[in-house]
T-cell receptor, first 112, second 115 residues
Framework: GQNIDQPTEMTATEGAIVQINCTYQ??????LFWYQQHAGEAPTFLSY????GLEEKGRFSSFLSRSKGYSYLLLKELQMKDSASYLC?????????????FGQGTELSVKP | DTEVTQTPKHLVMGMTNKKSLKCEQH?????MYWYKQKAKKPPELMFV???????INESVPSRFSPECPNSSLLNLHLHALQPEDSALYLC??????????????FGPGTRLTVL
């Protein structure tokens, strides 16, 4: 079966750095996405990793280790607006029509 | 235009009603998706259309009936729903359903309440 784990909740301080981890156990691998979702809104795309290493995009970076089945999302210079749910999603290893398998999401609260 | 639009934003319906949710994109995407999302849970895939053909049905009850009239439009017809079907229904689209990089763009969702 396919399983994706991420912490349920995290709290961090404005201006700080936070790392949200995601581990996955899937029968194959074909890419990993991170999405941000504010309460009551649609998920928005943050990053995509398919090869090992770090992808940087402004204040957000995402890392992937395929051998460890592990990814993290790094958020720097945290702002209050970064309070949201962060979803880790793996492409279905059998690439069934672009299907994504989502983790449960990490609810991040940024405090002043 | 990098937007997926959905109507209505909110919908309240009784268990005997028939209603439809609509989704539209003009990005030239050939794959479109319906998701159901309950509070504090991740989106659950319901259906995938690829090149206007239904490619995935995640064992969704027949009271939900998808339709893809053309490559830009996706509908979800609702009939005889149950209160537990109350949720946020999200539409998404991607370039296609099979390439290795296939970011999904989500619409704002329809908040459905079944009484």
């Amino acid at each position: 079966g396919q399983n994706i784990d991420q912490p349920t909740e995290m709290t961090a301080t404005e201006g700080a750095i936070v790392q949200i981890n995601c581990t996955y156990q899937t029968s194959g691998f074909n890419g990993l996405f991170w999405y941000q979702q504010h309460a009551g809104e649609a998920p928005t795309f943050l990053s995509y990793n398919v090869l090992d290493g770090l992808e940087e995009k402004g204040r957000f970076s995402s890392f992937l280790s395929r051998s460890k089945g592990y990814s993290y999302l790094l958020l720097k210079e945290l702002q209050m607006k970064d309070s949201a749910s962060y979803l880790c999603a793996v492409r279905d290893p059998y690439n069934q029509g672009g299907k994504l398998i989502f983790g449960q999401g990490t609810e991040l609260s940024v405090k002043p | 235009d990098t937007e997926v639009t959905q109507t209505p934003k909110h919908l309240v319906m009784g268990m005997t009603n028939k209603k439809s949710l609509k989704c539209e994109q003009h990005m030239g995407h050939r794959a479109m998706y319906w998701y159901k999302q309950k509070a504090k849970k991740p989106p659950e895939l319901m259906f995938v259309y690829s090149y206007e053909k239904l490619s995935i049905n995640e064992s969704v009850p027949s009271r939900f009936s998808p339709e893809c009239p053309n490559s830009s439009l996706l509908n979800l017809h609702l009939h005889a729903l149950q209160p537990e079907d109350s949720a946020l229904y999200l539409c998404a689209s991607s370039q296609d359903g099979g390439s290795s990089y296939n970011e999904q763009f989500f619409g704002p969702g329809t908040r459905l309440t079944v009484l």
